[in-house]
C-alpha cells in the first residue's frame, strides 16, 4: 500500500507541481525582473495579476470541472463520457477567453482604475494587461488539453511544454524589459509581451503531442468501430440532452459560481490594498513570487488527490477513497510546516532582490511573517477543495466554503480594518487570513462525514 501510493503520487504530483511551478514562473518572473525598475513598476504588475487572476479562476474552474468526470470516466473506460467533458468544457473555455480579452483590449485604463487611484500606476498596467491578453486563447487550449494528458497518465507532456515556455519567457524577459544594443528596452510591456509569447509556446507544445497521438490511434476506415478513436478513449462529441447538460452543469456551475465569487474576493483585497497606499500595493505585489513558489511546490499534492481520490471513487472504492484523501491531507499539513519554517527565514535575503524603497522592503517582511504562520492551513484548505471535495463532484460544498470563508469572514474584515480603522496593511492582510481558519472549520466536518463522496 505505501510503496504503491507513493508511486502513484510520484508519478501524478511531480509532474504536475513541476508543471504549475514552470506555468507560475511567468508571473514570477515578470515581477523579480519588473521589480528592478522600481515601487510604481510593481504595483502596476500587482493590480494587473490581480484581473489575470479573476480570469484565470474562471478558466480553471472550467478545467477543474472537465478534470473531475475525466477521472472517473477514464478509470470506467467510458470514452464518450470523458469526450464531451473535454470538448463541452474547450468550447466552454475558448468563449470566456474571447470576451475577456476583447474587455482588457478595448477598455484597459478602466479596468485597472478599479484596483488603484495613482495615475502613474494604471498608466503603467494598462498596456501590460492589453497585450497579455492576446495569449488568453492559447493558454485555454493548453489547459484542457494538459489536463486529459493527466488524465492518461501522460503528465510529463505538459511538464515539457512548460519547460520550453519557462525557457522562452525568461530569454524575452531579458530581451525585451531591458532592451540590448540593439533593441529598445519596453519595460512592463516588454514582460508582457514575453509572457504572450511563452503560451503560444506551451500551447504548440501539447497541441502538438495531442494531435500526433491523435492521429496515430485513429482507426482505419474498414474497422467497425471507425467512430471512435479508441487509442486514448477520447469520443468527438458535446453535451447535448437535458440529462448530460444536467450533470455536467451540476459539476461545473457551483465550481465557477464558488471559484468567481473567492476570487473577486481576492480582487475586492487587492483594491483595499491599493487604496491604502502605492507603498502597501507594492509590498503586497512583492510577496508574490514567494508564496507562488511555496504554493507551487505543494501544488501537485491538490491535483493528485483530484485523481487519486477521484478514480477510486471511479472504482466503488469509498474506503480506499477516504483513506488515500486522509493520507495526502497529512503529508500536505506537515510539508506546509517546513515550508513555511524557510519562508521565515529567508524573508530578509529574499526582499534585497528588488530594487525598492526600504520602507517596501520593510513592510514585504511582515507580511511574509503572517503568511508563514497561515500557509499550513491554506495548504490544507487547497487539497480539501482543489482535490478532496472536487474528486466526488460535489462542488456545491465548495462553493459554500468559499462563500462563507471569503464573503463573511474575508471581505468584512479587509473593509472594516481597512478603511474603518485606518489599519496598516500587514495588520489588513493578516485579519484577511482569518478566513482561512474559517474555510478549515467548516471543510473538515464535511471531509469527515463522507457525504462528499459520488460516484459520476
Not at 168 to 196: D, Q
Not at 418 to 433: L, N, P, Q, T
Request: proline share 3%.
Amino acid at each position: 500500500m505505501n510503496a504503491s501510493f507513493r508511486r502513484e503520487l510520484r508519478r501524478i504530483a511531480l509532474p504536475v507541481t513541476l508543471q504549475y511551478l514552470l506555468q507560475s514562473s511567468f508571473s514570477v518572473i515578470d515581477q523579480v525582473m519588473i521589480g528592478q525598475l522600481g515601487t510604481v513598476s510593481v504595483a502596476a504588475i500587482g493590480i494587473a495579476a490581480s484581473f489575470v487572476g479573476l480570469y484565470n479562476t474562471l478558466v480553471f474552474s472550467v478545467a477543474g470541472a472537465a478534470s473531475i468526470i475525466m477521472a472517473q470516466s477514464t478509470a470506467k473506460g467510458d470514452a464518450r463520457q470523458s469526450g464531451q467533458a473535454f470538448y463541452t468544457s474547450l468550447a466552454a473555455m475558448s468563449a470566456l477567453a474571447v470576451m475577456c480579452a476583447a474587455a482588457c483590449i478595448a477598455s484597459p485604463t478602466r479596468i485597472m482604475g478599479l484596483y488603484s487611484t495613482d495615475p502613474a500606476t494604471i498608466a503603467a498596467a494598462a498596456p501590460y494587461i492589453r497585450i497579455y491578453a492576446l495569449g488568453f486563447i492559447p493558454q485555454v487550449v493548453e489547459n484542457i488539453i494538459a489536463v486529459y494528458l493527466r488524465c492518461t497518465d501522460a503528465a510529463k507532456v505538459p511538464l515539457y511544454a512548460g519547460i520550453a515556455a519557462a525557457v522562452a519567457n525568461t530569454a524575452l524577459n531579458f530581451v525585451l524589459i531591458f532592451g540590448t544594443p540593439v533593441t529598445p528596452a519596453l519595460g512592463v510591456r516588454g514582460a508582457a509581451w514575453a509572457s504572450t509569447a511563452s503560451q503560444c509556446v506551451a500551447c504548440v507544445g501539447v497541441l502538438w503531442y495531442f494531435a500526433r497521438r491523435r492521429n496515430a490511434g485513429r482507426p482505419r476506415a474498414h474497422d467497425s468501430k471507425a467512430h471512435e478513436n479508441t487509442q486514448w478513449g477520447l469520443t468527438p462529441a458535446l453535451y447535448r440532452t437535458r440529462s448530460e447538460l444536467a450533470m455536467f452543469g451540476s459539476v461545473l456551475a457551483p465550481m465557477v459560481a464558488g471559484d468567481f465569487l473567492w476570487q473577486l474576493g481576492n480582487n475586492v483585497y487587492v483594491s483595499v490594498y491599493g487604496h491604502l497606499s502605492t507603498d502597501s500595493m507594492a509590498a503586497m505585489t512583492l510577496i508574490n513570487p514567494m508564496t507562488t513558489l511555496v504554493f507551487g511546490a505543494l501544488a501537485g499534492l491538490a491535483q493528485a488527490a483530484l485523481l487519486m481520490v477521484g478514480r477510486k471513487l471511479g472504482a466503488g472504492d469509498e474506503n480506499g477513497a477516504y483513506a488515500t484523501a486522509r493520507r495526502l491531507l497529512r503529508d500536505g499539513f506537515v510539508a506546509a510546516i517546513v515550508i513555511a519554517g524557510a519562508v521565515v527565514a529567508l524573508r530578509g535575503a529574499y526582499v534585497r532582490i528588488f530594487q525598492v524603497d526600504d520602507s517596501v522592503r520593510a513592510i514585504t517582511q511582515q507580511i511574509l511573517v503572517v503568511f508563514a504562520i497561515m500557509f499550513p492551513l491554506r495548504v490544507a484548505n487547497m487539497i480539501m477543495s482543489s482535490g478532496v471535495l472536487r474528486s466526488g463532484g460535489k462542488t456545491g460544498y465548495i462553493m459554500a466554503v468559499s462563500l462563507l470563508g471569503t464573503w463573511c469572514v474575508g471581505v468584512p474584515l479587509a473593509l472594516l480594518s481597512g478603511f474603518a480603522w485606518h489599519w496598516s496593511v500587514v495588520g489588513v492582510y493578516a485579519m484577511i487570513s482569518q478566513e482561512e481558519t474559517a474555510k478549515t472549520l467548516i471543510s473538515l466536518p464535511l471531509f469527515r462525514s463522507r457525504r462528499w463522496m459520488k460516484r459520476l
